[in-house]
């Protein structure tokens, strides 16, 4: 039995707070490389069928083509780069909080809201609370407990950091 005052993660805890980072980063590299290796893809339906607190912000993207450019690959690339990074265990807080970021800004763009319809088809119905608030919620508890820092590769960086 451990003491009240022990704050290290059992075995068991550590675990599922890995297999959920590893599934997220699944998620997010799966996403990313879909839009890569689609030739056609742009952010520029998703944002035009914005209707979030701001959609004005979110139509200048969409019709700026110099900007959705910039979006599209920020997108393509940043997922990829993100899950990458939570799957490997490596630079992880910045990935949590850069995928919390991201996961916000499609809250934002698409909130589950009464009276609020999208032209594009949503997983199910919702209200308030759909999947990206919830993996944004859970990437933020990621952050706050460093997984990767006892399983993944920032245990090498810290572990040559500390010596």
């Known amino acids: 039995m451990t003491k009240s005052s022990d704050k290290s993660l059992k075995t068991p805890q550590l675990l599922a ?3 959920c980072r590893v599934l997220i980063g699944w ?3 799966y996403e990313g490389f879909i839009k890569v290796l689609n030739p056609e893809w742009s952010a520029k339906i998703f944002l035009l069928d914005s209707q979030g607190p701001f959609k004005s912000w979110f139509l200048w993207m969409a019709n700026n083509e110099g900007v959705l450019q910039t979006v599209d690959f920020l997108n393509q690339w940043g997922l990829v780069l993100i899950g990458a990074s939570l799957i490997l265990g490596l630079f992880s807080r910045v990935a ?3 995928g919390a970021l991201v996961l916000a800004l499609f809250y934002l763009s698409h909130p589950p809201l009464i009276g ?3 032209m594009l088809p949503s997983e199910g119905s919702y209200l308030i609370v759909n999947k990206n608030l919830i993996e944004m919620s859970f990437l933020i508890v990621l952050a706050l407990i460093p997984t990767s820092q006892y399983i993944g590769l920032d245990r090498l960086i810290f572990r040559s950091r500390r010596k």
């Open 27 to 29: 998620h997010f590299l």
């Open 17 to 19: 707070l890995v297999l």
């Open 116 to 118: 609020v319809e999208y």
């Open 96 to 98: 949590t909080l850069a």
